[in-house]
């Protein structure tokens, strides 16, 4: 069965600091994996995928198949990257299906 | 922002009454999702479809079920509300092909059930 885990529910890191939000999944299949954010008040929305292999708003993550990982990283955290994060996989029979979340607390 | 509306954002109701949230898209996307946001689960998955009227289960579909007749809609009704489907629930929409790639996703629509 497919499973997507977040460990953290909150990650709080000085302005500058580097953050990486972990996320790891368990799938028999090929995963596609996805990043979504949500900022205050506005609506979930795509941050990053792993077949597009970019980086959005300084943010990428890699997929690990060998420790089945797919960690959001940035080396230097903004006051604007506050928000909650999704980690999502999509299934082979385009389900999505996703983490229970990690709220990013940028301090100034 | 993808053309995917919410209706009703915000309602209130007793246990035992029946409910229905609906979403509409303008975006032609074929797939559509139900999920209810609830704190310490993140999103989980209701019910989704595949096109006009094929739809699946997804992880918490019990006391849920689902329509879609045309592509624009897709409707989620609770027969008999209980307390614990209290919760935010989030249509999402994507993909025009045989693949689903980026969601979109609507305001949520908040429900309390009294």
């Known amino acids: 069965a497919q499973r997507v885990t977040q460990p953290e529910k909150l990650l709080s890191v000085f302005k500058g600091a580097p953050v990486e939000l972990k996320c790891n999944y368990s799938?028999?299949?090929?995963?596609?994996l996805f990043w979504y954010v949500q900022y205050s008040r506005q609506r979930l929305q795509l941050l990053l995928r792993h077949i597009s292999r970019e980086s959005i708003k300084g943010f990428t993550a890699d997929l690990n198949k060998g420790e089945t990982s797919f960690h959001l990283k940035k080396p230097f955290a903004q006051e604007e990257d506050s928000a909650m994060y999704y980690c999502?996989?999509?299934?082979?029979?385009?389900?999505?299906?996703f983490g229970s979340g990690t709220k990013l607390n940028v301090k100034p | 922002d993808a053309g995917i509306t919410q209706s009703p954002r915000h309602k209130v109701t007793e246990t035992g009454t029946p409910v229905t949230l609906r979403c509409h898209q303008t975006e032609n996307h074929r797939y559509m999702y139900w999920y209810r946001q609830d704190p310490g689960h993140g999103l989980r998955l209701i019910h989704y479809?595949?096109?006009?009227?094929?739809?699946d289960k997804g992880e918490v579909s019990d006391g849920y079920s689902v329509s879609r007749s045309k592509t624009e809609d897709f409707l989620l009704t609770l027969e008999s509300a209980t307390s614990s489907q209290t919760s935010v629930y989030f249509c999402?929409?994507?993909?025009?092909?045989?693949?689903?790639?980026?969601?979109?996703f609507g305001e949520g629509s908040r429900l309390t059930v009294l």
């Open positions: 799938y028999s299949g090929s995963p596609e």
């Open positions: 479809s595949y096109g006009v009227k094929d739809t």
């Open positions: 999402a929409t994507g993909g025009s092909g045989t693949t689903t790639g980026e969601l979109f």
């Open positions: 999502a996989l999509l299934s082979n029979f385009n389900k999505f299906y």
